[in-house]
């Protein structure tokens, strides 16, 4: 991952041009995380007329953002196919997904994955969606994957190991860790996203206090990431 003016992004990713993509880090918003500061960002400023968020609630609803509803709704994935409409999640320790399927009106969606929207396969919902509504094929989605915790860093009881096993849940001194990351790619291949297709990234949200928020390191009250993309019109 490439950092510029404070924000993460994925070199060269995805292959559909128009589309702008970015994961924020502390320092991007200067502690505020108001979505007319990110519309004001530079690389955004003047393409995006309406960042669409959620009330995110670690659920599988998945919502269709076409810049007509100003107060956010519950969910935790949107899409899109709407030029000028940016797509917005907030994190901090859940893995940020991002989707594009490349196209010459390129679909694109944003998906909150904690370990209660994976448990409730959050990612497969949103692959579905994007068929059932905008005719996009899997086998052609990119995906990629924005900074979170990491698995050394996150763990669980024995209560959350059962609904993922041994491909997602690492086992070590009598502890259990989850790895988001893996989770999240196992379901998007079993969703039909080929491998090649899915973009890792390697930042550790707890590991990292000068750059991320964590919750888990943290606690309730600490601030979000905002993790954006969109199709840029024209």
């Not at 995110?56 to 998945?62: F, I, K, L, P, S």
């Not at 990351?181 to 080929?194: H, N, S, T």
Request: proline fraction near 6%.
């Amino acid at each position: 991952m490439t950092l510029s003016d404070d924000i993460l992004s994925h070199s060269a990713w995805p292959s559909s041009p128009g589309v702008i993509h970015g994961f924020t880090t502390k320092a991007t918003l200067a502690g505020g995380d108001g979505l007319d500061q990110i519309l004001g960002l530079p690389r955004l400023r003047g393409r995006f007329h309406h960042a669409g968020r959620l009330k995110q609630v670690h659920g599988c609803e998945v919502r269709v953002e076409d810049g007509g509803v100003v107060e956010p709704r519950t969910g935790d994935a949107l899409v899109s196919d709407t030029p000028g409409i940016l797509l917005t999640i907030a994190t901090a320790d859940c893995l940020p997904v991002l989707l594009c399927a490349p196209r010459e009106r390129p679909v694109v969606a944003a998906i909150h994955c904690g370990w209660r929207g994976l448990r409730a396969q959050i990612i497969g919902k949103t692959l579905q969606d994007l068929s059932r509504l905008f005719a996009a094929d899997a086998r052609d989605v990119q995906a990629c994957f924005g900074p979170a915790i990491e698995s050394r860093c996150y763990e669980i009881g024995p209560e959350i190991e059962t609904p993922f096993g041994a491909r997602s849940v690492v086992k070590a001194d009598g502890r259990i860790f989850l790895d988001l990351a893996m989770e999240a790619q196992c379901q998007l291949q079993a969703g039909g996203v080929a491998p090649r297709n899915i973009t890792q990234a390697t930042w550790c949200t707890k590991c990292d206090p000068e750059r991320f928020y964590s919750y888990r390191r943290d606690g309730p009250g600490t601030g979000r990431m905002i993790n954006f993309i969109g199709v840029t019109p024209g």
